[in-house]
Structure formats: structure tokens, C-alpha cells
DNA sequence: TTGAAAGCGCTAACAT
DNA sequence: ATGTTAGCGCTTTCAA
């Protein structure tokens, strides 16, 4: 068994609030310090942060969770956020749900029994009803990717509308009028937005919306594939495709493949995320480019400012901060 | 504050040792089972796990040391491994160490001071000096994708050396002989596997190795593109090229695509994992594909059987599993 | 089967 | 600044 305070007590004689008060950062006597020291450098102690849970009520684990660990996006956030948080001491609990609510609840749950002291979702129910149940514990929930409404939890997210407003007007200028869409599930508030920004900007440069022109599909590669195929099959006349997921683009570049149509000749693409996905596509994909960093940076420092406060639920406002996207061109648009 | 088997215990006028053993699956009377569940609905009881961790010593907790979250063969692995452990009641704290040895050692600390039950780790430092401390606690360690010879760790991988082996016979039955390969780190036994693959192959078809024809790289998209460029550019007469891992691959992809060379006519490619990725390229390219599922598979039913024992350290013979890799065609070889 | 009591390793209140 | 002590919520003897 390893060493305990009480074994760094005797070898140095001194009591254990002395060496508690010494692991805390509290004052100890020079000489005290030293031995101190000494002793667990001998003994090989290392404090056991599961007994000092169980007196303070905290895990200085964060639980999250998460759609699909294997998504470019989540794997960039939650690899940053990790490097932040552990530099002070948190680690993550982390749970892939894959996409499914139900999963996402019971992970929740999971990590509820496990005493996390806050958490951080990627949500897949749009309503937020998997959060209820922990949001009572008072410790802090911060969403990325995804806002929901009136569940006043903090959350960090892009521009969603403005991002694909500006994909959809950097094809307006280059001609296109027949821009079809491959959308999110649609109960997803971020999905909603992305395609409310296609909307918007189609009616703001006079393309009438046309339903065919608009595919649903459920953010899985799968998905992108199909909804290329339909949005082809059903509007000969397309010249454009604007993709509102990463998983989603890199099924519309397979579909493009697999059907053998060209890129930009016969159909001009925009798809979301990954920028080195882009740069090895052929030719060189224009994305809109989530900034990553930015909502890792975010989400971790409103996690480690919320659990310096005793209790999240009766704090005044909730973060809903907004980070704007780049479009960054490659060789996919078609001047027309 | 949540209830505790104290509060069940007086609601239902039973002792704690009542309680606890229905909580472990003990006999309880049928009566009393009752009434204990009962107040458990009521009172929202949800067992502490710091608690019973202080007791029993364990935190069913699992640590995951890994080089990169962001790279799918990773993420692809840690996701079902996470699927199955939870199953059992275990949660994953994982620490992405970016390819750092230093990182890494300060991972497994951390985790040792969590006092995770278990490691699962994709070893960056090919000696496995950060392991000694772990494995002296006689926790299991199970590698992934990389083995360490004479830490007596159990390890999943793949058949490295077979599966590039197989890639150049293909190559040279489509008449290829001048084969350049971009491998990786050689401090890693997978990326010295992989190579030793490509010269046995070489060799035993006859190839005159040349150094030039080599490219060590360190498993980063960048040294991908770099890699390519360098090989390209020292040996014209080359007609194609394999690559050592995934996102060496990608730099590859877009190494042709910035060199504006193009697959298979300039050059002929083969790729390490992702088909999704190899999906979308143009022409398709063809990869090898590491048996992903079956990786996690083995590495959590190890985990989970050596947790059931107590001590893995004077347990008999390690497990070393190696599992077959499939190469999956595409169109991105010649045939000359 | 059940209850009483000790104790896991730590922190914190209080006393010195 | 340091020591003493109680107690966090659970499991686990040991008796009953």
C-alpha cells in the first residue's frame, strides 16, 4: 500500500494537519518543510485525491459529453480543453453517446454517479431534458457547439447563420443561383442555424427557396453521400452545394466521387470544418472553418470560473458567447 | 446535499450494513428490499463512488494515455473502448499527451494520482520509461497499436510488418520498382515494423534499397506534406510511394494536390488507415485498413480480465495480440 | 439476515 | 505555526 499523511506524521514527528496544511500551499516552518519533504520523497507518498474528495465533495473531474468522439471537430475541442483543465488539476471523464439521446442521458447520469464537478456537452436532445437532473446539483454545465434555450446554461458556439450566409454570398457573386443544401438533423439549434443562414441569404439576393433544393440528412458521412445523390437526382439545373456539417462534407465529396462528377465544373462545393481535409481534396475544398481553439479556450476558462463559485444555478447570467467562422477559399467554386 | 445510505437507513429503520449489502447484491429480506428501494426512489439516493472508492481502494476508473485525441485511429479505438468499459461501470479519464514524452509522464502521474485502476496507453516513448512507476502499483497497463518489449505489458497492434509487406508486393505486381516510403518516428517499434515491412519486401522482390527512398517523418500531417516533396524531389525517377500512418497519409494527399501531381499517373499511392478518407480522394486511394473495432475489442476484454485479478504485475505471460490488417483497393496505383 | 462499530485517507475547526 | 479530533459516506469484520 502506498504511504498515507498519517506515515509522513511519524517519520517526521509532526502532527497531520501540519502536513495537510503543508500539501494545501498553507505556511510551515522552514526546518518543518524540509523534513516534510524529505518524507514523502522517502516514502513515495502521493496524496489520494479520492480521500480528499470524500472530505471536500469534489472529484476535480469534469464529465463530458459528446455526439462522436471520432469527429475532427470534438476531437480538436475537447483535446484543448483536456490540456487546460488538467493544468489545473481537472480531468476529464469523457463519454461518446453516439448521437443517440438516449445514450447521452444515461452517460450523463453516469457521470453524475461518478461526482463530477461540472460538465461540458456537446448536446444531442436539442431541449436539453438529459441536463435537468444534474442542474439541480447546482455545479456548472457549459455547452459547446450547441445552444439551448431557456435551460440558462453557459454555452460557446460559432456564428452559425452569418457562416453559412457568407458561403451562400461568396456563390451569389460568383453567379450561382441554384445552390442546393446538405442540412443537419433539424432539431439540433446549430443545424436550425446554418440553415436559417442559407435561407436568409438566398431571399436577401432574390433566389426563391425551393424545397428540393434542400436536403436533411443526420451529420453522419452516410448522410452527405445520400443527400448529394438526392440534391443531384432532383435538380439537374444545381450548380452549387453548401454543406452544413464536416461529417456531411466529406460525404459529399465521396458522393461526387462515386458518381463521377467533377468538382468545380459540374458542381461547385462549400463544405464545413477541417482544413486539412480541404487541402488534400482535389481540388483544394473552399470551407467554412470552425475556430476550434477559440471555443476550447472559451469553454475552459468559463469552466474554471464557474467552479470558483459555490453554486452555478443562482448565478446571474448565463455565458452564450459567439465566435465567428472563416471561410477559407480553395478551388471548389466555379466562376459562372 | 444528496442523501447517503445513512438517510436510507434511518427511513427504513434498518442498519447500514443492510444497506450496503443490498446495494453490493447481498441477501436481503424481500421485506426489507422493498421498503430500502423505496426510500431510495424517495430520497433521489444515488451512491457515492468517492466513498466506497476510499473504502475498497479502487475508483473503476480507467486512465488513457494517448499522443493525439485528434487522429481517428484513436479515436476510433478509445470510442469503443469507452462503449464497453462504461458497460461495466467503468469511466475513461483520458490524457492526450500531443506526442510528447515529457507530456506523457506527466500523464501517468496524473492518472497515478487519480488512482485510476488501469491503463490503457498508445506509448510515445518506445522504452516505456514512464510506465515503471504505474506498473509497479501491480495495475494492469494494455498498449495499443505499439508494443514495448521487456515491460512484460500486455499490447494490441496490428500486423505492421505483414501489412506493408503486403502493400509494395501489390505495387510491384502492378510493376512498380521504384517505391519511395514516407515512414515515421523510428523510436516507435510500429513505424520501425512498418518499415522493416517495405525493405523485407524490397528485398525479397529483388529492390535495391536506397536511402533516398526513405523519408522518416514524425506522424504529423505536416511531415506528410514535407515528406512527399523531399522524396519527389530527390528522385524523379520514383513512380510511387507508401505511406507509414494516417495522417502522414493526408500530408501526402495534399503534398500531390500542392506539387499539382496527380494520382496514379505521376505518382502511385498507398495509404495507412481511414477509408472514409480514402473514400473521398480522387482518384480513391487505396489503403490499408487497421482492423480498428477488433483493436478495442481485445485491449477492454484484457483490461477487464486482468481487473478481475489482483495483481497483474506476477501475472503469468502477457498478452501480445496482433491482428491482420486489409488492404482495400482503390484507384490510386498504376499499372505500368 | 441484520446491526454496531471501526476505519479507509484526508480536511478543517478548534485549541494551543 | 502546529497538534488534536471529528467526520466525509461507504464497506466490512464481528456478534447477535
Given at each position: 500500500m502506498a504511504a498515507t499523511i498519517k506515515d509522513i506524521a511519524q517519520k517526521t514527528g509532526l502532527g497531520l494537519a501540519t502536513i495537510s496544511s503543508y500539501l494545501n500551499g498553507g505556511n510551515v516552518r522552514e526546518k518543518n518543510r524540509v523534513k516534510i519533504e524529505e518524507a514523502i520523497r522517502e516514502l513515495h507518498f502521493e496524496i489520494n485525491e479520492t480521500a480528499r474528495g470524500l472530505k471536500t465533495n469534489t472529484t476535480r473531474t469534469i464529465g463530458v459529453v459528446i455526439p462522436e468522439l471520432n469527429s475532427v471537430f470534438c476531437a480538436k475541442v475537447i483535446g484543448r480543453i483536456e490540456d487546460t483543465l488538467r493544468k489545473h488539476g481537472y480531468a476529464l471523464m469523457i463519454c461518446d453517446c453516439r448521437t443517440d439521446k438516449v445514450r447521452e442521458r444515461e452517460a450523463v447520469e453516469f457521470l453524475m454517479r461518478k461526482r463530477v464537478d461540472g460538465l461540458i456537452n456537446m448536446p444531442v436532445d436539442?431541449?436539453?431534458?438529459?441536463?435537468?437532473?444534474?442542474?439541480?446539483?447546482?455545479?456548472?454545465?457549459?455547452?459547446?457547439?450547441?445552444?439551448?434555450?431557456?435551460?440558462?446554461?453557459?454555452?460557446?458556439?460559432?456564428?452559425?447563420?452569418?457562416?453559412?450566409?457568407?458561403?451562400?454570398?461568396?456563390?451569389?457573386?460568383?453567379?450561382?443561383?441554384?445552390?442546393?443544401?446538405?442540412?443537419?438533423?433539424?432539431?439540433?439549434?446549430?443545424?436550425?442555424?446554418?440553415?436559417?443562414?442559407?435561407?436568409?441569404?438566398?431571399?436577401?439576393?432574390?433566389?426563391?427557396?425551393?424545397e428540393s433544393y434542400i436536403y436533411s440528412g443526420d451529420c453522419t458521412i452516410e448522410s452527405g453521400v445520400l443527400g448529394l445523390e438526392t440534391l443531384v437526382r432532383n435538380n439537374p439545373e444545381m450548380t452549387a452545394v453548401v454543406v452544413g456539417n464536416y461529417n456531411m462534407s466529406v460525404g459529399v465529396m465521396i458522393g461526387m466521387n462515386e458518381l463521377g462528377l467533377s468538382v468545380p465544373e459540374e458542381l461547385s462545393v462549400i463544405g464545413f470544418d477541417n482544413l486539412q481535409f480541404a487541402r488534400a481534396c482535389r481540388p483544394r475544398l473552399t470551407i467554412l472553418d470552425q475556430p476550434t481553439g477559440e471555443i476550447a479556450d472559451h469553454a475552459a476558462r468559463i469552466m474554471l470560473e464557474r467552479l470558483g463559485k459555490t453554486d452555478c444555478a443562482v448565478n446571474a447570467q448565463p455565458y452564450k458567447v459567439r465566435l465567428k467562422t472563416a471561410l477559407i477559399p480553395g478551388s471548389s467554386v466555379k466562376k459562372l
Open positions: 436539442g431541449k436539453g431534458r438529459h441536463l435537468e437532473k444534474f442542474r439541480r446539483t447546482g455545479k456548472p454545465v457549459v455547452l459547446i457547439d450547441r445552444e439551448i434555450n431557456g435551460l440558462g446554461c453557459d454555452s460557446v458556439c460559432a456564428d452559425n447563420r452569418e457562416a453559412m450566409k457568407e458561403a451562400v454570398k461568396l456563390l451569389v457573386e460568383n453567379g450561382h443561383r441554384g445552390i442546393g443544401m446538405v442540412a443537419g438533423t433539424q432539431d439540433v439549434l446549430t443545424a436550425q442555424e446554418r440553415l436559417m443562414g442559407y435561407e436568409e441569404a438566398c431571399s436577401e439576393n432574390g433566389i426563391p427557396l425551393r
